[in-house]
């Protein structure tokens, strides 16, 4: 591919840019293109380490004059799109945090993680609405809606909290965006994902939240009805300062599995809680009682270890994954999850999660953005790990636990939860309402007509 490029171009690109330029064979280059996806090995034509956003603005000026796509990547975890012949822009020297105390607001950079924001905002007793994954990327999360784990039912998505954010475009040009400059382009960004340009910067509010009552509640695989009978009595009368998911579990025998857990299906319930822990313990007192517990780590917390309730991998995994958003969990529902995944099935998969939502989850922000399908009730996804090329060795079983929970599903997707089988253009269309869908289309044709930004889960301007 870089036979085609203008050498003398990437030759300007590379004394432009402060960080390194490299092209397939260059020492550094498979660090630089790597993403968490392992299984997604990229090939990018050229990989930019950008340190600012000025050496994005000149790796997207590259790409234009070279009539190439552009692609992101920050700690990689929203990865599943092929970045083969792209430029790629690595934006993980982009990381410095300021937190504002008055405002309560953090100016970020494009590849801060979450627990970096949260450890910087609990210095002044605040807190991000951070999802399950400490190091995620907070931008990318963001942009796709930020479904918290924890905080979301008690003060909505991450993504209604955004101030205003830095943008490159299409075009190469920088801009600053909130409600009252580029107000369409800063609507399309909070929930259409990187499909308009690469976001630099972003000014986010943060909750007064400084603790919890939470951690996760580990059960044999053969008390999975009893347990999942409590979830859904828990469930059921839950204050909105309270989240519960559950997890159906089948984890391999490595160090960093707890040993009752190892080799075997276990149900775990992750709870979250906001207020006083004597109220909480009262709220899962039922749960806890349902059936002998395997590991209890539920507790008051202070917030910087929230990542502890999920305890999702802190390291780069192998992942296949499926989502789908669920109108109800009722007893019927249960059993049909049981009947495809509980105990004496064989499946490969070996995470099955259903989190609770509701609450501020479901109502409209202040100012309105484009994260879409607030109206359900349950999140359902679920994971297979495996090695590269494995997609469609999985693609049954996952279809398969769809095709159990189709009965509850809404037909809607969360943008955040699309995975590397919704690439189509139908399957991304089913993360928003019609209207919402046609306005993101109509800001891309506005914003990137030529679809510079495609190696995602694309909104093209042509629809």
Request: proline share 6%; glycine share 10%.
């Amino acid at each position: 591919m870089t036979d085609v490029i203008d050498r003398d171009g990437l030759a300007r690109l590379a004394a432009e840019v402060a960080g390194p330029v490299l092209v397939p064979g260059d020492e550094g280059y498979a660090a630089e293109t790597a993403t968490w996806n392992t299984p997604l090995v990229q090939r990018p034509a050229v990989a930019v380490g950008a340190t600012s956003a000025a050496d994005v603005q000149a790796a997207v000026r590259f790409a234009d004059a070279n009539g190439l796509p552009v692609a992101m990547v920050a700690t990689g975890h929203s990865a599943v799109v092929t970045a083969d012949g792209a430029v790629m822009i690595n934006l993980r020297r982009i990381n410095g945090v300021s937190v504002d105390a008055g405002s309560r607001t953090a100016t970020i950079g494009a590849a801060v993680t979450a627990q970096q924001l949260i450890e910087a905002a609990a210095e002044v007793d605040l807190a991000l609405l951070a999802g399950s994954s400490p190091n995620v990327g907070v931008v990318g999360y963001v942009l796709g809606g930020g479904l918290s784990s924890s905080l979301g039912r008690r003060y909505g998505f991450a993504a209604d909290h955004v101030h205003g954010a830095e943008i490159v475009t299409a075009d190469g040009s920088l801009r600053r965006i909130d409600a009252d400059h580029e107000p369409d382009l800063f609507w399309a960004i909070r929930g259409g994902m990187g499909n308009f340009g690469v976001v630099t910067s972003l000014t986010i509010g943060l909750v007064p939240v400084t603790s919890l009552y939470g951690g996760g509640l580990y059960f044999a695989g053969e008390d999975v009805g009893q347990v999942l009978d409590a979830y859904r009595r828990l469930v059921a009368a839950a204050p909105e300062e309270l989240t519960v998911s559950v997890a159906f579990l089948r984890l391999p025998s490595v160090p960093s599995v707890p040993e009752p857990l190892r080799d075997r299906f276990t149900v775990h319930v992750r709870i979250a809680y906001l207020g006083p822990a004597a109220d909480g313990q009262r709220l899962v007192a039922d749960l806890r009682a349902t059936a002998p517990i395997l590991i209890d780590t539920v507790k008051e917390m202070p917030f910087t270890g929230v990542a502890g309730i999920h305890a999702d991998p802190v390291e780069p995994a192998p992942t296949y994954e499926m989502s789908a958003l669920l109108r109800d969990f009722p007893a019927e529902a249960a059993e049909a999850l049981i009947d495809v995944a509980g105990p004496g099935v064989d499946t490969p998969v070996g995470m099955i999660e259903v989190r609770q939502l509701g609450g501020a989850l479901s109502r409209e922000p202040r100012s309105p953005n484009a994260v879409g399908n607030r109206d359900a009730a349950f999140q359902l996804s679920a994971a297979a790990f495996g090695g590269p090329g494995m997609a469609d060795e999985f693609r049954a079983p996952l279809a398969t636990l769809a095709d159990a929970m189709t009965r509850w599903t809404t037909g809607g997707k969360q943008a955040n939860f699309l995975t590397g089988y919704d690439t189509t253009a139908e399957a991304v269309a089913r993360a928003y309402a019609p209207e919402t869908y046609q306005r993101l289309v109509e800001v891309k044709r506005a914003f990137d007509p030529r679809n510079t930004f495609r190696v995602n889960h694309n909104i093209t301007p042509d629809r």
